[in-house]
């Protein structure tokens, strides 16, 4: 059993070039999650899909689209990359409906470098 | 605005001594309070979770929730040293959203 699995673990961009970060997750979660973390910032939420066929913006949406691809996979494209958009980034996901507190399981993080 | 707010840290806390984390929100419509234990370079963790007034244990865990005051609040008992870590809150609201807090550090000193 996987999880939540994020590809790719580290990339490197130049200013201005695009790139989707993958995220699967194999526990037939609804709910699923972008967040980015900078240091002393905690995490703060890009875009979230509170079930299939759903997307809404988080905190800080800006320079950021995304898509449910199906249940498994919600994607996060960065189209045009900025230096302040270097940041480790976070996909998660979570079971039940959206009102259930369950727990939200965490992938391993993409350590993204804009240069 | 940001809307859940932790002290950044760090919280030093002398090894079996007990580490009191607080964490407030602005948004009276929050449903239910999370807390998340994050180590350094891994990914967070979840300690536990309370969505009703009052005290919530677990363990050497205990969270304490007064929405009144919108505030809630993590305490580790007989801290140790593997306790030392980043402690996130996080608050659900309605439609699923889920935000964090920027978290505390805590370190536990032997």
């Known amino acids: 059993n996987a999880g939540v699995t994020q590809t790719p673990k580290f990339q490197v961009l130049k200013t201005g070039q695009s790139m989707t970060l993958q995220c699967a997750q194999d526990m037939n979660h609804n709910s699923m999650y972008w967040y980015r973390q900078d240091p002393g910032m905690g995490l703060r939420l890009i875009y979230y899909?509170?079930?299939?066929?759903?997307?809404d913006k988080g905190e800080v949406p800006n320079g950021y689209n995304v898509s449910r691809l199906n249940k498994r996979e919600f994607s996060l494209r960065l189209e045009s990359a900025a230096p302040s958009q270097t940041s480790v980034y976070f996909c998660a996901s979570k079971g039940g409906g959206w009102e259930k507190d369950t727990e939200a399981f965490f992938g391993q993080g993409t350590r993204l470098t804009v240069v | 605005q940001k809307e859940v707010e932790q002290n950044s840290g760090p919280l030093s806390v002398p090894e079996g001594a007990i580490a009191s984390l607080n964490c407030t929100y602005s948004d009276r419509g929050s449903q239910s309070f999370f807390w998340y234990r994050q180590y350094s370079g891994k990914s967070p963790e979840l300690i536990m979770f309370i969505y009703s007034n009052g005290d919530k244990e677990d363990g050497r865990f205990t969270a304490q929730l007064n929405k009144a005051s919108q505030y809630v609040s993590l305490l580790i008992r007989d801290s140790q040293p593997s306790d030392s870590a980043t402690y996130l809150c996080?608050?659900?609201?309605?439609?699923?959203?889920?935000?964090f807090g920027a978290g505390t550090q805590v370190v536990v000193t032997p």
């Open positions: 899909s509170a079930s299939e066929g759903t997307t």
């Open positions: 996080a608050v659900k609201y309605s439609w699923g959203k889920l935000q």
